[in-house]
């Protein structure tokens, strides 16, 4: 079964740092990989889907990579705003099955 | 353009009671996702539709849990004869097609059980 672990589980930073987060999955058999956003007490919003056979994607001040073969993904964000303060997931698409990590829960202190 | 809903937003039950959980996807998304998470843990999978067939119900934890989706369009998800463990967010996800495409969530349905 696929499991995916996602480091840090917390973060705080000040305000306009660059920061990483780490994603890391066991099964390399994926169809893709997406990087999730969800606030307090809402559902979750799509930041970036790469595909198995892409790299990376980015998106405005978010940039995140995919290393199939290792089982590793990083969000990377830029210029960090307090506005970015909220739970970042990562999910791995094995074939129509997603499998989420538990998320990093991002603060970012103004 | 109207994102996924999930109704209600909120349920309160008492163990050993019936609930339904309805989502109403993207219109014209083909597949349909019900997620469940925990506090502070990661959505857990439950079951996919594509179109009015469950494709992939290996996540329904038992025989307790159940969905529905008729009409290829709203889904809901039936749980009997409810127990505590069964607190969580619900959550329902849209997508035009499965294969590779970007799911879109609903807010989810709060269910806590006494």
């Known amino acids: 079964k696929q499991e995916v672990t996602q480091i840090p589980a917390a973060l705080s930073v000040p305000e306009g740092e660059n920061l990483v987060l780490n994603c890391s999955f066991t099964?390399?058999?994926?169809?893709?990989l997406q990087w999730f956003r969800q606030d307090p007490g809402k559902g979750l919003t799509s930041l970036l889907l790469?595909?198995?056979?892409?790299r990376e994607q980015t998106s405005g001040r978010l940039n995140a990579s995919l290393d199939k073969s290792s089982g590793r993904s990083t969000l990377y964000i830029a210029a960090s705003q307090p506005g970015d303060s909220a739970t970042y997931l990562c999910?791995?698409?094995?074939?129509?099955?997603?499998?989420f990590g538990s998320g990093t829960k991002l603060n970012v202190k103004p | 353009g109207a994102g996924v809903s999930q109704t209600p937003s909120n349920k309160v039950t008492e163990k050993g009671k019936y609930v339904e959980l309805r989502c109403d996807p993207i219109?014209?998304?083909?597949?349909l996702y019900w997620y469940r998470q925990s506090l502070g843990q990661g959505p857990e999978f439950l079951i996919y539709?594509?179109?009015?067939?469950?494709?992939?119900d290996s996540g329904l934890p038992n025989d307790r849990f159940f969905a529905v989706r008729p009409e290829g369009s709203v889904s809901t998800l039936k749980i009997q004869r409810t127990e505590r463990g069964d607190s969580a967010v619900y959550l329902c996800a849209s997508s035009f097609t499965p294969e590779a495409e970007t799911q879109y969530f609903g807010p989810g349905t709060r269910l806590l059980v006494l």
């Open positions: 539709f594509q179109g009015t067939g469950a494709a992939d």
């Open positions: 219109s014209g998304h083909t597949a």
């Open positions: 999910a791995v698409d094995n074939f129509n099955k997603f499998y």
């Open positions: 099964d390399s058999a994926i169809y893709n």
């Open positions: 790469i595909q198995s056979s892409q």
